[in-house]
């Protein structure tokens, strides 16, 4: 499909730099037009033939359209070839490979003076404001071991008591325990070019602790590790007052001279254990991506995870890297080096994880089948993914620092916050919009306005369908005035086209070229306006459905009655039926079958065409709100 722009499985996306960072289209010019003749070499296509045309390919246009949509918004392009040596690899199951490639086995004596265990979960920032988190860290790796966010919460309608709860809170982070051990976020690898410097896998000792405190209230942790070789390390998570901005500090320190310059290669895991945020099987989630400067455009690529897939790559960029780490369809943590860091960071990657704790939870019943079991296949153990930055910092010489900054995003993927946060985090957002995401993002603007004056976000996307319809009605009203005069010309000449039809039956070019004679004489011919509401409407509609489809501000938003979430299909009551063909039904949602009536009645009020092939078009048309409904039962309730 050209005129799509490029996007591997890893959902790459080139966007403009700067402010605007929707992605830059390049016009295409279309082969025909669906109210147009096609041309032919010598003579136009007649017009019975061209009833016929526009009889089977509308519907299928629009048939066709909506299925690119929904199941291949983006087409694949051919896998980046590694271009950089962290080439990270999935975290094999005991005997199949080792975790990260280049990364030293734990075949050390520990330290002498390591720390004692260390494992708590500690509130961090101000109850009521941005920023407010349930954090637990392990001194095992001096890391993140879960994350949860304050302010957000699992389901919709909770009662005060039961929002503070933190187990009610959104999760964004948590331990995996893998084959190889425990892995967390801000996790670092040390690797076999490092392993003269570091010694015993930074990942496995335990770290020094430190909780830092202001104002009575915990603001961070503070991790250092003396490797007891002449280099130590320490890691210091802050919170930003106001903000979903975590910094982190990782400082290296130097007391043997000939290793002054030197650049132990480290790797950084920024964000671990995200799961998905929303019930959502036609999103993709969680995913891991980057963000890097090329030239004057925006890079962004993601991998989303494939459950019961093994697999690990580097992702393209070496250098000028600004964001990396994981988000799911409304949540995300992004790590973002600053100025000094971006040299720092060479190179980064994917990799999934294999998860024995689930393995253990989903164990297979030795009476059932294998198809019986297929939910508790093992293989499904690779149900994680997450990224890795590849660190070269050069060391200091003796009683010298060299230090990497991190600026931690993590909080909701609305395009206001990641835009107060950082413009480049914006790419994200466009990276879900794809390639409308101009016409996405304004229509979002839109909304945002009307949600302003009316305080519901449903009654705004009915304010802003309507808009829609208004801007679009002097191009409709256009097309219908357009083809209800050509309607009349082919009513005055059909009698003509099929005496021409019987008396050159025999000779179909001869045929083609009297009927073309006619039509050209009395004006005939399809008018090319006829098809411009269509080229105008399907850029709007593709748009409207992807912004109505990834929009933060529809998460947990109520409606009217029951629809409680206009994020979720509106769920009126449970079903579980099991239909022949149709597969498990779990709800009766009631919103996809009243837009299916409204639309066949919008259809049956309509004026009917005087023309017997126009006529036959329309009543294969009116099969199209049924299969939308059926494509549409378990969408969110908000695009219905």
Same mark, same amino acid.
């Given at each position: 499909?050209?005129? *799509? +722009?490029?996007?591997?499985?890893?959902?790459?996306?080139?966007?403009?730099?700067?402010?605007n960072?929707?992605?830059?289209?390049?016009?295409r010019?279309?082969?025909?037009?669906?109210?147009?003749?096609?041309f032919?070499?010598?003579v !136009?296509?007649?017009?019975?033939?061209?009833?016929?045309?526009?009889?089977?390919?509308?519907?299928? *246009?629009?048939?066709?359209?909506?299925?690119?949509?929904?199941?291949w918004?983006?087409? =694949?392009?051919?896998?980046?070839a590694?271009?950089?040596p962290?080439v990270?690899?999935?975290?094999?199951? +005991?005997?199949?490979?080792?975790?990260?490639?280049?990364?030293?086995?734990?075949?050390?004596?520990?330290?002498?003076?390591?720390a004692?265990?260390?494992?708590?979960?500690?509130r961090?920032?101000?109850?009521?404001?941005?920023?407010?988190?349930?954090?637990?860290?392990?001194?095992?790796?001096?890391?993140?071991?879960?994350l %949860?966010?304050?302010?957000?919460?699992?389901?919709?309608?909770?009662?005060?008591?039961e929002?503070?709860?933190p187990?009610?809170?959104?999760?964004?982070?948590?331990?995996?325990?893998? =084959?190889?051990?425990?892995?967390?976020?801000?996790?670092?690898?040390?690797?076999s070019?490092?392993?003269?410097?570091?010694?015993?896998?930074?990942?496995? /000792?335990?770290?020094?602790h430190?909780?830092?405190?202001? *104002? @009575?209230?915990?603001v961070?942790?503070?991790?250092?590790?003396?490797t007891g070789r002449?280099?130590?390390?320490?890691?210091?998570?802050?919170?930003?007052?106001?903000?979903?901005?975590?910094?982190?500090?990782?400082e290296?320190?130097?007391?043997?001279?000939?290793?002054?310059?030197?650049?132990?290669r480290?790797?950084?895991?920024?964000?671990?254990?995200m799961?998905?945020?929303?019930?959502?099987?036609?999103?993709?989630?969680?995913?891991?991506?980057?963000?890097?400067?090329?030239?004057?455009?925006?890079?962004?690529?993601r991998?989303?995870?494939?459950i019961g897939?093994?697999d690990?790559?580097?992702?393209?960029?070496?250098?000028?890297?600004?964001?990396? #780490?994981?988000?799911?369809?409304?949540f995300?943590?992004?790590?973002?080096?600053?100025?000094?860091?971006?040299? /720092?960071?060479?190179?980064? @990657?994917w990799?999934?994880l294999y998860?024995?704790?689930?393995?253990?939870?989903?164990?297979?019943?030795?009476?059932?089948?294998?198809?019986?079991?297929?939910?508790?296949?093992?293989?499904? #153990?690779?149900?994680?993914?997450?990224?890795?930055?590849?660190?070269?910092?050069?060391?200091?010489?003796?009683?010298?620092?060299? %230090?990497?900054?991190?600026?931690?995003?993590? @909080?909701?993927?609305?395009?206001?916050?990641?835009?107060?946060?950082?413009?480049?985090?914006?790419?994200?957002?466009?990276?879900?919009?794809?390639?409308?995401s @101009?016409?996405?993002?304004?229509?979002?603007?839109?909304?945002?306005?009307?949600?302003?004056?009316?305080g519901?976000?449903?009654?705004?996307i009915?304010?802003?369908?309507?808009t829609?319809?208004?801007?679009?009605?002097?191009?409709?009203?256009?097309?219908?005035?357009?083809?209800?005069?050509?309607a009349?010309?082919?009513?005055?000449?059909?009698?003509?086209?099929?005496e021409?039809?019987?008396?050159y039956?025999?000779?179909?070019?001869?045929? %083609?070229?009297?009927?073309?004679?006619?039509?050209?004489?009395?004006?005939?011919?399809?008018p090319?306006g006829?098809?411009?509401?269509?080229?105008?409407?399907?850029?709007i *509609?593709?748009?409207?459905?992807?912004?109505?489809?990834?929009?933060?501000?529809?998460?947990?938003? +109520?409606f009217?009655? !029951?629809?409680?979430?206009?994020?979720?299909?509106?769920?009126?009551?449970?079903?579980?039926?099991?239909?022949?063909?149709?597969?498990?039904?779990?709800?009766?949602?009631?919103l996809p079958?009243?837009? /299916?009536?409204? !639309?066949?009645?919008?259809?049956?009020?309509?004026?009917?065409?005087?023309d017997e092939q126009a006529?036959?078009?329309?009543?294969?048309?009116? !099969?199209?709100?049924? /299969?939308?409904?059926?494509?549409?039962?378990?969408?969110?309730?908000?695009?219905?």
């Amino acid at each position: 499909m050209r005129g *799509f +722009p490029t996007c591997s499985s890893t959902g790459r996306t080139s966007l403009s730099s700067g402010s605007n960072t929707t992605g830059r289209l390049r016009p295409r010019p279309f082969e025909a037009c669906l109210n147009f003749p096609n041309f032919w070499p010598t003579v !136009w296509r007649p017009a019975a033939d061209l009833s016929l045309l526009v009889e089977k390919r509308l519907p299928l *246009f629009f048939l066709l359209s909506f299925l690119i949509l929904v199941m291949w918004p983006t087409p =694949p392009e051919p896998k980046v070839a590694p271009r950089i040596p962290m080439v990270l690899t999935p975290d094999f199951p +005991p005997g199949m490979g080792p975790a990260i490639e280049g990364v030293s086995p734990a075949t050390q004596t520990r330290p002498d003076k390591e720390a004692e265990p260390w494992r708590e979960t500690l509130r961090l920032g101000t109850p009521g404001e941005p920023g407010y988190y349930l954090a637990t860290f392990d001194s095992r790796g001096g890391v993140l071991s879960g994350l %949860r966010l304050g302010g957000f919460y699992t389901e919709n309608g909770l009662d005060p008591q039961e929002k503070e709860n933190p187990l009610n809170w959104v999760q964004l982070l948590s331990e995996v325990n893998t =084959p190889s051990g425990v892995q967390s976020s801000l996790g670092l690898h040390s690797t076999s070019a490092s392993e003269e410097m570091v010694g015993f896998p930074l990942d496995q /000792v335990h770290w020094q602790h430190e909780v830092l405190e202001e *104002f @009575g209230r915990t603001v961070g942790v503070q991790f250092s590790h003396d490797t007891g070789r002449g280099l130590s390390l320490t890691k210091t998570l802050r919170v930003n007052p106001n903000s979903y901005d975590l910094t982190l500090d990782i400082e290296l320190r130097n007391s043997v001279p000939e290793w002054a310059g030197r650049q132990p290669r480290l790797i950084f895991t920024p964000a671990l254990g995200m799961p998905a945020s929303a019930d959502d099987s036609y999103y993709e989630e969680p995913r891991a991506g980057v963000s890097w400067e090329q030239g004057d455009e925006l890079e962004v690529e993601r991998q989303e995870l494939s459950i019961g897939e093994q697999d690990g790559e580097s992702f393209p960029p070496t250098r000028d890297i600004l964001w990396a #780490g994981m988000d799911s369809k409304f949540f995300a943590v992004l790590a973002r080096p600053d100025d000094a860091t971006r040299g /720092v960071v060479t190179g980064a @990657g994917w990799r999934t994880l294999y998860d024995l704790n689930w393995v253990a939870e989903h164990p297979m019943d030795p009476l059932k089948s294998i198809e019986d079991n297929k939910e508790n296949d093992p293989v499904k #153990g690779w149900r994680h993914v997450t990224c890795d930055l590849d660190l070269t910092a050069p060391l200091p010489g003796p009683q010298g620092v060299s %230090r990497m900054t991190f600026e931690i995003y993590a @909080g909701p993927k609305s395009s206001g916050l990641l835009e107060d946060h950082d413009p480049a985090l914006l790419s994200l957002v466009a990276g879900d919009l794809g390639f409308f995401s @101009g016409i996405a993002s304004t229509l979002l603007a839109i909304l945002g306005f009307f949600h302003g004056i009316v305080g519901n976000w449903g009654w705004s996307i009915i304010c802003l369908t309507l808009t829609v319809r208004l801007a679009l009605f002097p191009f409709n009203r256009r097309s219908q005035t357009s083809m209800a005069r050509h309607a009349k010309k082919m009513k005055r000449v059909q009698p003509m086209l099929n005496e021409l039809k019987e008396k050159y039956k025999d000779n179909p070019q001869k045929q %083609r070229s009297e009927q073309a004679r006619i039509m050209q004489e009395e004006g005939a011919f399809p008018p090319l306006g006829g098809c411009l509401p269509i080229f105008v409407q399907i850029p709007i *509609f593709f748009g409207l459905f992807k912004a109505l489809r990834v929009s933060f501000d529809l998460r947990q938003a +109520p409606f009217i009655g !029951w629809v409680k979430d206009l994020s979720e299909p509106d769920r009126l009551m449970r079903l579980d039926w099991d239909l022949p063909l149709l597969g498990t039904v779990e709800y009766l949602n009631i919103l996809p079958p009243m837009m /299916v009536f409204l !639309w066949i009645l919008q259809q049956k009020v309509m004026p009917k065409p005087t023309d017997e092939q126009a006529l036959k078009m329309q009543k294969m048309m009116m !099969w199209m709100p049924i /299969v939308f409904g059926f494509f549409l039962y378990n969408y969110q309730s908000g695009l219905s």
